[in-house]
């Protein structure tokens, strides 16, 4: 048993990091992380390698990710789900319309964090892992020094920002010189 706890207090983070990165949802990013575990304690026999569990963890919770995914995209196009059904869409309360706006702030942060220098990536990434690792896990995961998180960080987000509001600012550029180009688009509705 006290080997069990060693071993899931090792290798949660990575885990929920790993599930994270791939853009989960809380809860399809908790599916994935237990059911890896539960694909351990089914393959313990067949490791033959206790030095490379943790590869193998991240290998398996990466596809059981990819799985979730998978089944999820399988929802057959023109059969809204939900208690709501047809009814819902449209709705001053649209929810497709959140989800929509959602989507596209996701897509665009996730685009701009691409272009973070690697350790900024990596830091935040693990910065933000649920349940969040102790700076000491995170200095050893990274392999910088613990005083050097905290200013890192700050820095990588004060870049994170930049990039956030150069992308607005050129996405409102060109919303103003296609509506200079044709004033009467703006009227249309």
């Not at 992380?33 to 393959?43: A, G, H, K, P, S």
């Not at 700076?135 to 050097?148: H, N, T």
């Not at 607005?168 to 550029?173: P, Y």
Request: glycine share 8%; charged share 30%.
């Amino acid at each position: 048993m006290e080997a069990w706890v060693t071993l899931t207090d090792r290798y949660s983070n990575l885990l929920w990091s790993i599930a994270r990165s791939l853009r989960m949802s809380d809860s399809d990013a908790a599916d994935a992380v237990q059911t890896t575990w539960l694909r351990l304690v089914e393959n313990l026999d067949a490791i033959r390698d206790p030095d490379r569990v943790g590869s193998w963890l991240a290998t398996t919770v990466r596809r059981e990710c990819y799985d979730i995914s998978r089944r999820a995209a399988r929802v057959r196009p023109g059969e809204p789900d939900g208690p709501d059904g047809w009814a819902g869409i449209g709705a001053p309360d649209d929810p497709l319309d959140g989800a929509l706006l959602r989507d596209e702030r996701d897509a665009t942060l996730w685009r701009v964090f691409g272009r973070l220098r690697p350790l900024c990536r990596r830091l935040l990434r693990v910065l933000i892992a649920d349940p969040a690792p102790s700076y000491l896990e995170i200095a050893a995961a990274l392999d910088i020094s613990v005083g050097s998180i905290g200013p890192t960080r700050q820095r990588c987000l004060k870049g994170l920002r930049s990039l956030l509001l150069a992308e607005d600012a050129q996405l409102l550029d060109g919303l103003e010189h296609a509506s200079a180009a044709n004033p009467a688009e703006g009227c249309k509705g």
